[in-house]
């Protein structure tokens, strides 16, 4: 069986928890790399990843690599690649540029050249050439340059994984949901715990938790670039999903539970729930924080607090974590909490000690996943 090389894009800070999830997977080779994993595995690997992976961003399959100097070597480099042999000359094609530390001036100009490649190698094959579609392409090309070195990848995704299909409502700026699924991992929270997000948006923690819990592929729901593709083998992609589908787990009793002070918050919570055909699994609450009670003797308290972007909200957050950390002493020991924030002034003014603090990138901005374990009198930080 012939084996391929992927390679996995997930959120920064992400790579490890990835790397589990692949190998569980049956990927071969791994190299955990800064945004995302190096992998090896075959083709029905690649389906099985695009499907069952939460907290993977794409599955990128590696075409050709070689050295360059300048933009020519790329378009040779493009050339080489027999293009009408992968998918037909009717899709769409976009080219995305991705560069560190090239000594090319202008990652358009590459783009451009690969492209021109493209459409060059399918006027040989046949007299035509694709078409350029910027927004919704069929195909998405990758071209990923070093100081000397350029590879081609070929997007076997499509759009972005995490985007699951279920969400019809959000608040603003909400959490991608393969960030939350990732979160949930590094959490180490189990199905059999108790999940509680008092300050839950639209609802993707609660969500992916139910997902996780009742083993419900990610991907069941929508379509892959993959598909499109000649070698695409539409029986074996089939099977992959009716396996999928026969092993999710309808029956197991869940406490995953949430609130929130927004009514309008806890309305787009109950729309994405809905729309993800898990109506009446999560109980919601409109809640303050600060009148947040534990629902179980322990379990787990997850969630992605508010982060004030105008001065008057941030003071106003600022007031609040020594109250939130207040809550956590006096009504959920027992429990270990985690805080996922944008706002470095977060981890000190809660006046808890952090027993973990975890790096994680939520696109470019810079986060920490906070973990507390609240032991009954053990876990007073200095005032």
């Known amino acids: 069986m012939q084996n391929f090389s992927f390679f996995a894009s997930c959120p920064r800070g992400l790579e490890q928890v990835l790397t589990a999830e692949l190998t569980a997977l049956g990927a071969l080779q791994l190299v955990p790399t800064d945004g995302g994993v190096v992998f090896a595995g075959p083709w029905s690997l690649l389906m099985k990843a695009n499907l069952q992976s939460r907290i993977a961003s794409r599955i990128l399959w590696k075409l050709e690599e070689r050295p360059y100097v300048r933009e020519d070597d790329l378009y040779r480099l493009a050339l080489k690649i027999d293009w009408p042999a992968l998918f037909s000359v009717d899709n769409t094609i976009k080219v995305g540029v991705t560069a560190v530390k090239s000594p090319l001036r202008s990652t358009n100009l590459a783009a451009l050249k690969v492209k021109d490649a493209i459409c060059d190698r399918f006027r040989q094959a046949g007299g035509t050439r694709p078409s350029v579609d910027t927004q919704e392409p069929d195909m998405r090309i990758q071209l990923f340059l070093t100081d000397r070195m350029a590879t081609i990848y070929l997007d ?3 759009e972005a994984l995490f985007k699951r299909g279920y969400r019809v409502e959000a608040v603003d700026a909400p ?14 929270w189990q199905a059999s715990e108790p999940l509680y997000d008092p300050m839950c948006g639209s609802g993707t923690f609660l969500i992916e938790a ?3 819990a009742r083993n419900i592929a990610p991907g069941s729901r929508r379509t892959f670039a ?32 949430g609130s929130d002070v927004s009514s309008t918050a806890l309305m787009h919570a109950q729309a994405n729930l809905l729309a993800a055909k898990l ?3 999560v109980s919601l609450k409109q809640l303050n924080m600060l009148d947040a009670k534990a629902p179980a003797v322990e379990g787990v308290l997850l969630t992605n607090p508010p982060y004030g972007i105008r001065l008057d909200e941030q003071d106003k957050l600022l007031a609040a974590y020594p109250e939130w950390g207040n809550v956590l002493k006096q009504r959920f020991a027992g429990w270990r909490a985690y805080f996922f924030t944008a706002d470095p002034a977060l981890a000190k003014a809660i006046r808890l000690k952090p027993s973990k603090k975890t790096p994680l990138f939520n696109g470019a901005l810079e986060c ?9 009198g053990g876990n007073r930080g200095h005032d």
């Open 156 to 158: 076997t995704s499509g």
């Open 175 to 188: 959490l991608r949901e393969n960030l939350a699924a990732g979160i949930l991992a590094l959490s180490g």
């Open 210 to 212: 139910v997902l996780k």
């Open 226 to 257: 993959f598909q499109y593709l000649r070698q695409h083998d539409e029986k074996a992609w089939q099977a992959l999903r009716d396996e999928a589908r026969n092993a999710e787990r309808h029956d197991q009793a869940l406490q995953i539970s």
């Open 279 to 281: 109506d009446g699994v």
């Open 368 to 376: 920490r996943l906070l973990e507390f374990k609240m032991i009954a």
